[in-house]
């Protein structure tokens, strides 16, 4: 525990976790005042590395707006209770409900902060399994569900999805992904700039696939537009070029996939003239990519958020894996890689189940446990047995960050009870009864137990809290554990295990995981003791070959699964072939990010939105000359830009860098709901994309949601 000191400056060695990036940070403290935050040089993994967002942490820890003791909505306004108190009235109104309503009348939605706090990934289980209702939902259907389902099938868990091995290749080819401004996404990456220049400096390409030329578009050795949502095209295009052209090289693979060349008769119809204007690339630039891959002494193909969030998200990765396969890239250096993680939790976590359960209105199917999110709104809305009464929001904002945001705002107001953990009020938890303020991210021990297993290189870091608790103050699995042990009183289940988890704790748990590990420190296996005797972390060395290890089916082969993913080529080849290419006079919406803001956490730092004007700056729709041209649009002027569920009017961007039928508004804005209490972000408001994505369009295959490629129409503003 941290000794606090208010005489001198004391330095913390703890690590950032607003990103995927485990940049380690030294923190300078005096007293509980945070004085500066800056790169940690001696941290192995990030060699000094930070982003802008680093100093962020000192923003929401010294925020006016943070809430920090519990808060309860009243006739005459919010009013602070005690923790016992409220811990009370939320377990007796959860259990109230579910007594009237039955079990399945609350459902709970957890936000992705919740991947950054091992508190909440190792104790949050106890309060869901406690309320045992199966509507869960949460942000990994606005996201990487697509990843989760390609790995669960191929290998046989969940979170067993293979890394690109970075400082290694020659070939990194990019689709959909912008990890200049992510820092990387489903591979922590660290000094991403640096590491794409690396593979150029080693006379290797870095090869962007996007409709936006992007920030990593701009230093990339080659950009290609393409059509949103048409990757699943390109990509079976490429795998039928492989086959034409004799450049399939599976080598070791083909011995843990024996029905690997049985790809071929899928993929036949599919080629590059045949996909080319539908994607809007050649089928020469389509076939010059599959040879220059091929060349390469490593290569590997990687997407991300776009190519995830559209309408064949589930397909298009799936497809990614098979052409990292076909050519021999997977489980190979330079190319996809499998993690060896200090504390691996995968082997004490659940593969992920598919289609056991299936929503009440639309069925569509829960994975691992979760209902997709897009069918949160019409389930609290449609009355019926299984109805949603009440919510439980753990740091989350899905009214900003899940389609069709206005109808789930208005949704909200029509539920019995809705409890938040969350320390701001924004706006989501402007609906709640009760806030539940956790403590900020420095002030929690932590160890990064999801992107570890993602990291570009194997190390191990634990971060102790930088200040001891603060009297009324709890951790986010203090107050999740303190629910659940109430509702399991509540109804009559037995209290016992409890105490051995309050005396655990989360780092006792991580403890036992670091000691059941692969690795040891002189000796003895690394422990919490170990790293904290190594405040900075350790290196553990480069990722290496893994399978059959790797495999997590009982036959140690790679599943392939045909049914279920070629399955989808029917909706693929009806799509594309069989009706219309384009809505009338509409543009296709993609999204995008930008390296100061993380979906809508960090508006309401003034350092992050600062240079902003109102927000608009970022909050732009990004549009092609061409597209300007023909709707009497110039730079800058204000457009109104409208889609079957809503409209929203923000600036033009005019810009040769989005392609031409294409626009782009970044995510994570909107700060204008009544009852948030965000001073900075409501100066800096913008307005949300998510008011115009569609929740009744998903990805079949996996339910996730559908982000990229909604038909919008645009015109200028009155």
Request: contains cysteine; hydrophobic residues 40%.
């Amino acid at each position: 525990m941290a000794h606090l000191n208010t005489d001198i400056e004391q330095k913390h060695y703890s690590t950032c976790t607003l990103c995927e990036a485990m940049c380690g940070i030294e923190v300078t403290t005096k007293g509980r005042d945070i004085l500066s935050i800056v790169g940690d040089k001696k941290n192995p993994f990030s060699e000094g590395h930070v982003c802008p967002k680093a100093m962020a942490l000192k923003d929401l820890y010294d925020d006016p707006d943070r809430i920090k003791m519990p808060l309860e909505k009243t006739a005459d306004g919010w009013q602070e209770i005690s923790w016992e108190t409220a811990l009370d009235k939320v377990a007796n109104a959860l259990y109230e409900t579910q007594q009237k309503h039955g079990i399945e009348s609350i459902a709970t939605y957890l936000g992705n902060p919740n991947a950054h706090n091992m508190g909440s990934i190792l104790f949050g289980p106890y309060f869901y399994k406690a309320l045992r209702s199966h509507n869960r939902y949460s942000a990994t259907s606005v996201d990487q569900l697509p990843h989760h389902i390609v790995s669960r099938k191929l290998f046989g868990h969940q979170s067993q999805i293979p890394i690109p091995d970075i400082d290694h290749t020659q070939y990194f080819m990019i689709i959909g992904g912008n990890p200049l401004a992510s820092n990387g996404s489903i591979m922590t990456v660290p000094h991403i700039k640096r590491r794409l220049k690396a593979i150029q400096a080693r006379n290797g390409k870095v090869v962007v696939i996007d409709p936006k030329q992007s920030e990593t578009a701009d230093m990339s050795s080659e950009h290609h537009f393409i059509k949103p949502g048409t990757d699943a095209l390109l990509l079976l295009a490429m795998i039928n070029t492989l086959f034409s052209s004799n450049k399939v090289s599976p080598g070791k693979l083909q011995e843990f996939a024996p029905q690997l060349m049985d790809i071929k008769k899928y993929t036949a119809a599919y080629t590059a003239d045949k996909v080319a204007n539908k994607v809007g690339m050649t089928a020469e630039q389509i076939e010059q990519l599959v040879s220059d891959f091929c060349e390469a002494e490593s290569a590997v193909c990687y997407g991300r958020m776009g190519a995830s969030v559209q309408v064949f998200g589930t397909l298009t990765q799936y497809l990614i894996m098979l052409f990292n396969i076909l050519t021999g890239n997977l489980d190979k250096r330079g190319g996809m890689m499998f993690t060896q993680p200090a504390a691996d939790l995968l082997p004490h976590s659940g593969r992920g189940s598919m289609g056991q359960f299936h929503t009440r209105v639309r069925k569509l199917p829960a994975f691992a446990g979760e209902f997709p999110v897009s069918a949160l709104a019409e389930e609290m809305i449609t009355t019926g047995e299984g109805q949603i009464k009440a919510m439980v929001i753990g740091a989350g904002n899905p009214v900003l960050t899940t389609p069709n945001g206005q109808q789930l705002d208005a949704a909200f107001e029509n539920l019995d009870f809705v409890v938040a953990v969350d320390f701001f009020m924004t706006e989501t938890t402007r609906h709640a009864n009760i806030i539940l303020p956790p403590v900020t991210a420095l002030e929690r021990d932590h160890y990064d137990i999801v992107f570890h297993n993602f990291a570009v290189r194997n190390s191990a870091k634990y971060s102790p809290a930088i200040f001891p608790p603060e009297e009324n103050s709890k951790t986010d699995w203090q107050i999740y554990l303190g629910l659940a042990e109430r509702l399991d009183k509540l109804n009559g289940v037995a209290t016992d295990k409890y105490q051995h988890l309050w005396n655990k704790t989360p780092t006792g748990v991580v403890d036992d995981m670091l000691k059941m590990g692969l690795y040891q420190h002189e000796g003895k296996p690394i422990s919490i003791e170990t790293l904290l005797e190594l405040p900075h972390g350790i290196d553990l060395g480069p990722l290496q070959s893994d399978l059959p290890n790797a495999i997590y089916h009982q036959d140690k082969k790679i599943d392939l699964s045909f049914d279920y993913f070629m399955a989808d080529l029917t909706r693929l080849e009806k799509h594309f072939f069989e009706q219309p290419e384009a809505v009338e006079g509409s543009l296709q919406l993609i999204g995008r990010r930008h390296l100061k803001t993380n979906n809508s956490w960090l508006h309401n730092s003034q350092r992050m939105v600062k240079g902003t004007n109102n927000g608009w700056s970022r909050c732009t729709a990004q549009i092609h000359p061409d597209d300007a041209a023909q709707f009497n649009i110039d730079d800058k002027q204000m457009i109104t830009v409208r889609s079957r569920v809503g409209e929203i009017s923000l600036p033009a961007e005019i810009t040769e860098k989005i392609m031409p039928g294409v626009i782009s508004i970044p995510h994570g804005w909107g700060h204008n709901r009544k009852g948030m209490r965000w001073k900075v972000a409501q100066q800096h408001a913008g307005v949300s994309v998510n008011d115009l994505t569609d929740e009744l369009v998903v990805d079949e295959l996996s339910g996730n949601a559908v982000l990229n490629g909604v038909p919008v129409w645009i015109r200028p503003s009155a």
